[in-house]
């Protein structure tokens, strides 16, 4: 399964030492330039070391071949930078999903019929694929980490494992 994330799953999961979850669910994991947000912008904050190690392993840093795209797609839909460039990448290496955090991306993506999993929804694949025992302890690591979640979203998510 291929996969395109934009910055903040992989913000998010490094936080959590679950940076990896990733490469177990989908293999290989295509970003662009949001490896420039990240590591060489973001220096000493979460995410930055571990992306850094991961890149050339299992997460490849992938240019988008059309640039214009990208302004277009930032301008239609009120996206910034990094998430419109995560899109585009998506499409053009027909990807599986793109993982998204941000409402506009996530509206963005989903009407390219691009598969969106959103960082809580990684968890809940993770607990389905037998690679952690509940969904719930992530859920509230991520609300200390700072991570936006809705209590009534985070009722959806528990109630699909059983866990609410």
Do not use: C
């Not at 395109?4 to 979850?21: H, T, Y």
């Not at 669910?25 to 930055?48: C, D, H, Q």
Request: charged residues 25%.
């Amino acid at each position: 399964m291929t996969a395109v994330s934009n910055s903040s799953p992989l913000i998010f999961l490094s936080a959590l030492q679950d940076l990896d979850l990733l490469r177990v669910l989908f293999g290989k994991v295509s970003i662009p330039a949001v490896y420039r947000e990240v590591v060489e912008n973001g220096s000493g904050r979460p995410g930055t070391k571990e992306i850094q190690q991961a890149a050339g392993a299992w997460l490849s840093v992938v240019t988008v071949t059309i640039a214009s795209n990208v302004r277009d797609l930032q301008r239609r839909a009120g996206l910034h930078a990094g998430e419109a460039e995560a899109i585009v990448l998506a499409g053009e290496v027909r990807a599986d999903a793109i993982l998204l955090d941000d409402q506009r991306g996530v509206d963005a993506a989903s009407a390219t019929s691009l598969t969106v999993p959103r960082t809580p929804g990684l968890y809940l694949a993770a607990k389905r694929a037998g690679i952690i025992p509940r969904v719930k302890p992530k859920l509230e690591s991520l609300r200390a980490a700072r991570f936006r979640l809705r209590e009534e979203h985070s009722r959806l998510i528990l109630e699909r494992p059983g866990e609410s």
